[in-house]
């Protein structure tokens, strides 16, 4: 079962398992627009149901399900509802772990990069109380994701019933095919493919931090590949350590740098317009991220992770400039 399986990372890693043979249950909504579906368009699913039926799938399926993806949750970092971020991201990831402890099935859960806040105390995928309790989100969604964390933690420390296998992965800046329904949490990428096709140039935000040129804001870009790559890791490999693993490229570049090679590999002239960070995202912007992938490397994950200027280059010739952008 993937939650979030017709979303962006749960769609991609949909796509990985059909390619084995495993039948495939989405647990997602898929909306009235013309985006989401198509994320799965090409799945041969063995069902799909709506949120709200998980519990009963789940227990008329009892003994069936060889594992759990968690990617579902609400994800917009400026989503304002919190109680229905509690419902979505934290009482559900509670009910699917303790499912999954009662019935001795594998769990993958998505955890986020934005429980690292401003990046104060570093980017460490550390699982001690010690250190979340120092980590301090700067959104709801980044709160939600960090508080199951420490819940995982509480659960263990306490004895408390797990799955057999589990880990929590801390996505950092993901782009790659299918995120297109996602408005304006769509990756940097697609928002500036568009914007050099119909304008010949681009916008990004200039900095309002003095120790950051305009455009020279930094993050952690990893490719949607890589992510999946990980979490099948996670999830079928005996012998991968639980707990909390970042999931990046391990390398921080800037926005402009992302620019250029996007200029580059698409034959135009660097056109870089820049614009005030919306007022909405003022003291709520992560101006540095970046993965240490050193705990992932040494649990046993050793397949390369791909460079910034390699998947841009897949990304814009394989899915943005042909007819059909859908893996």
């Known amino acids: 079962m993937i939650t979030g399986g017709a979303g962006f990372i749960g769609s991609n890693i949909a796509a990985a398992l059909d390619a084995t043979g495993a039948d495939i249950v989405i647990s997602d909504w898929i909306g009235a627009d013309d985006f989401k579906w198509r994320n799965i368009a090409k799945r041969r699913l063995f069902d799909i149901i709506p949120p709200e039926a998980t519990e ?16 579902g949750a609400i994800s917009t970092t400026a989503e304002a509802d919190v109680d229905a971020i509690v419902r979505h991201n934290i009482r559900l990831s509670i009910d699917l772990w303790t499912y999954c402890s009662r019935e001795n099935i594998p769990l993958v859960y998505a955890s986020s990069a934005a429980t690292y806040g401003n990046g104060s105390q570093g980017f460490f995928d550390r699982f001690d109380a010690d250190y979340l309790s120092r980590l301090r989100p700067l959104n709801a969604y980044g709160w939600s994701k960090h508080m199951f964390d420490r819940w995982a933690l509480r659960a263990i420390e306490t004895g408390a019933p797990c799955p057999p296998r589990w880990a929590g992965l801390k996505f950092f800046n993901v782009y790659g ?3 297109y329904h996602k408005g304006g949490q769509r990756s940097v990428v697609v928002q500036l493919h568009a914007q050099i ?23 952690d870009f990893v490719w949607v590949d890589d992510c999946v790559r990980i979490a099948l890791w996670a999830l079928q490999e005996p012998s991968a350590p639980p707990g909390l693993y970042n999931v990046g490229s ?34 709520k912007y992560q101006y540095f991220t970046c993965a ?9 994950f050793v397949q390369p ?16 400039e042909t007819s059909d952008a859908y893996r």
């Open 292 to 300: 240490n992938m050193d705990k992932l490397r040494a649990a046993g």
């Open 177 to 179: 095919p299918n995120e």
């Open 197 to 219: 096709r119909e304008w010949g140039r681009v916008r990004l935000f200039r900095s309002d931090n003095p120790n950051y040129a305009d455009g020279g804001q930094i993050r």
């Open 305 to 320: 992770l791909t460079s910034l200027e390699d998947g841009l280059r897949m990304y814009i010739r394989d899915y943005l």
């Open 250 to 283: 391990g390398t921080a570049r800037t926005f402009l740098d992302k620019a250029k090679i996007m200029f580059a590999e698409l034959g135009v002239e660097p056109n870089v317009e820049f614009v005030d960070l919306p007022a909405t995202l003022r003291g």
């Open 56 to 71: 009963v799938f789940l227990e008329s399926n009892r003994g069936k399900i060889a594992g759990v993806v968690h990617m």
